[in-house]
């Protein structure tokens, strides 16, 4: 359980510091994204738990970089 939480933990910073790397608002990678900006906000808090790799490739693309996923 603890894992999972640090888990969400980094998901949240990274798309937050990619986004502010990218000198994208909320609003402006939501668009490019697809997403409403209330739903990239959510992803971005440290509590939220329900990320779908689906959307993480939406908000990859839009930032224009590629999304990892890997096993530990």
Do not use: C, W
């Amino acid at each position: 359980m603890v894992q999972e939480e640090l888990a969400s933990l980094r998901i949240a910073h990274k798309i937050a510091e990619l986004r502010q790397r990218r000198h994208l608002t909320q609003a402006e990678l939501a668009r490019r994204a697809g997403l409403k900006q209330s739903n990239l906000a959510r992803m971005e808090r440290p509590g939220y738990t329900d990320y779908k790799v689906s959307t993480l490739s939406k908000i990859a693309k839009a930032a224009h970089t590629h999304l990892q996923v890997s096993f530990a």
